[in-house]
């Protein structure tokens, strides 16, 4: 993303939630030091944090960015209450499944996580209140980062295989496997479009804000906003008549069987799941079971080695 | 002669009836607002927790279903919110309630219960909102009761009193 368009986006969608005086210390800051900003953290009484893919940075409310974030602004609980009251459009009670999974997707795709006082009913949160730490994760959209990929994901006979991302975190997965969606989904002159269905459980595939997509997914994508994978996986084979699911972080046993269903179905499944490498993938017996099942047609390893989103590896399964 | 004491004392008399009367009914006129207030707040009590509507659009439409001078409150904070400027619900609904104040007839402590929902307003779950809500009507409903009580005993005082000071007077001339 260029810089100028990055301003854009922060200027246009980030900007707007912070307090008045933090925004004017953020407009008025040189940025040209800092790389693509990812993350905002406030905490009650704490230094103000902003990171970009390498390095944190603190805000100084007289000399700007700062690398030593002692000298950073304190966040104090006015700025933390201004924030989420703009967030929720003063209107939390709006929000309150959000907030049981602990963020809240604002305009754009962006996610806000909280913390705070959590209240508890049984064994399930009920709710978070006095609110003490809000992180603003940007949601970055990088265009035709899976196109080095398609030709491994696209089989000869014009199909797509099945295929599974693999990385520790922060290495690009989610954002791979949203231009994967929105490749698959747009076609091109060699293939032609697919019915996508992105089973979106953390909101961060497709950034749904009022459950309409915030980013870029394509024109045959159907998302199905804050779902759990396995029942998701299951309607939409029934309802949306897919060609591809595309999911993030498999884990569970039922998300396992649900892509064993899929795939029965004649579905393609493309997801992510957390591994350094496909040894370390083997000694966990589920997923151990899902490979030998040869579910997965592809193995794509993934590592921050030159920059988040690097392909390390590229295994072929079948 | 006697004609014009007699169309002199007729204009005493009815004008300063007349403003009684126009007293009195300033009375009533608060208790009227009391009770359109408790109306109002329990149409934004359902918005909020049934339908979950976002505040503004909720001020907006209680302010539509509300009269006069009640529906400023509403209208002048979801104005206030609509603009944008990092306010919070608080402050909207405390600029409301200002130009509440110039409009109507409400006493300073009926405003007072109104600004306690300032803290509240939009800042938790709807369960804590209906809470606070249903609190404000009921707040709002025992000082309707207050205002009619005095108002009953206020308004005979007002609309006879005006007549009798119109009386004296003529007695006192003549």
Redesign the interface.
Known sequence: MSAACEMDVLTNEIF?IL??VM?KMFLRADWKKVGNIEEIRMRCNQPLIIRDSEHEYGLDPRAGVTADINKSYRVNGEDI??T???I???????F?ED?RKGFITISGGHRVGLAGQVVMQDTHIK?I?EFSSISIRIAREIRNCASGVMNTIYSPADKVRSTLLVSPPRCGKTTLLRDIARLLSSGSRQHKGLNVVIVDERSELAGCYLGIPQLDVGPRTDVLDSCTKAAGMIIAVRGMSPEVIITDELGRKEDVDAVQECLNAGVSIISSVHAGTIEELQNRPLMKGLLESRAFKNIILLSRSRGPGTIDKIVRWD | MACFKMIGTALIISSLGAWGLSGARGIGKRTEELRDLRFAVAFLEKE??YM?????R?LERTARMCQQPVSALFLESARR?KA???L??GE?WMSGLESLNIKSNLQSGDLEILATAAHH??????S??KKFLVLLQEELKVQEEKARQEQAAKQKLWSYGGFIMGIVIVLLLI
Request: net charge neutral.
């Open positions: 707007p307090p008045p925004r209450m201004r989420i009251a703009a929720s459009d003063n209107s939390l009670y709006a309150e907030i709710s209140k | 909020i927790t979950h509507t976002p505040l503004t909720a919110l944008g400027k990092g919070t619900a909207a307003l939009g800042v938790s779950d709807s804590d909102q």
